[in-house]
């Protein structure tokens, strides 16, 4: 079974279909969703993450259904949103990443040994206990990514993390995101250069799958529809 | 935001929250049912001092303490004042100050991560009721951090309104902050879910 499987999946928010009848199975590591604002990429990426109900339709993610399997789904799946301000629960760097961890069933010492590492590999060591919130914008979204890399996830989904940051601090947060790991990657992204480095791509458009498959071929048919 | 702890190896940093918590409770409520006459509140000024007055916290700290509940002291003294003269208001204003500081050593010395966990613990007995405790104790971490937050969101609309050059008032400003805040605690209802919150 594919890594995500979306079979005739609609959502509908009242009147408005925000999804329409999407149907598709990606196997691949690395995947971007691109498309125009309003476009229901981030509504894609909210059902595979399991926060928004698929109104119709089937879904399933590393072979679970996020509607049944909610809890399970959690400890596999981490999200990172654009808004870093509003990812933050704890005051301090270092408590925000070990409230990953809260309800996870973990040895207290094996809880600080994952906290401290994942500190570390995103550089927020020297500052852990800095209050979270008088962070820069791209130290805050070092901390998102910090809080869902700490739970060591099987799929990361991130909804246009570098939306907010500098180029600076959106090299370092993409770095995170594609560099080697283990994880697979969902992103939803305005940056076509960033989805052409990604190993698979969504083009979605008014609510339905426009394109999908290799990067090149799909950022294309993308910008061709930019360019009418 | 509002982080008050203060890292540091202080005999307060060391205890654990449950009985720090439950200590200081018990201090505070000394120092609240101390006679109102003299020598009490000084009395309760002395046990304010001494709870600072330990290696890893010290007297500055103290001082910074009553800067930062200055507004509630003053408050405080002004309707005793008004009401009971100067005499008790010194007395009564001496003992809520110090019952203030006292309490703070709480927050000062406790990372919130333990704060929740000693939260939770504390909440046991209301398993009984069928009360979700991990629920409750979030709750009031979150709304405590978040109430500076939401004092940021409401400059942001202030200052949005002043580039816009709209006029001040609460009518003006009341909707757009709602609406801003609502957005901002959709937005972090998100991220709890994602890390595992139920």
Known sequence: MSALLLDEVSVRWGD???????????????IAVIG?????????ARIVGGLTPATRGTVRVLGLDPARDAARLRRRVAMVFSNPDAQIIMPTVAEDVA??????????????RRVRAALERFGLDGIADRSAHDLSGGQKQLLALCGAFVREPDLVIADEPTAYLDARNARRVTGHLLGKGSHRLLLVTHDLDLAKRCDQVVFIQDGTIAAIGDPAPVVAAYEAHLAC | MLSLYRAGYSPWHRLAAGPKALLLIVIVLGVSL????????????????????VPGIGLRELRRQLV???WA????AAGQLVFLG?????ANTTRVGAALVISALLALTTPVGALLDALERGLKPLDHLGVDRQRVALLLIVTITMLPVLARLAHDVREAQRARGAPPGLRHFAMPFLVVALKHADALGDALTARGVR
């Not at chain 1, 409230?99 to 600080?112: Q, T």
């Not at chain 2, 101390?34 to 007055?53: H, K, M, R």
């Not at chain 2, 002291?73 to 405080?76: D, M, Y």
């Open chain 2, 68 to 70: 930062a509940v200055r």
């Open chain 1, 36 to 44: 125009e604002n309003g476009s229901g990429k981030s509504t894609f």
């Open chain 2, 86 to 90: 100067p005499g008790p208001a010194a």
């Open chain 1, 16 to 30: 408005v279909v925000v999804l329409r009848d999407v149907t598709c199975a990606l196997d691949a590591r690395t």
């Open chain 2, 73 to 76: 002291i003053g408050v405080t």
């Open chain 2, 34 to 53: 101390l006679p109102v006459s003299w020598p009490g509140p000084a009395v309760a000024a002395a046990i304010a001092v001494g709870c600072y007055a």
């Open chain 1, 99 to 112: 409230f990953s961890l809260r309800s996870d069933k973990l040895p207290r010492e094996e809880k600080r």
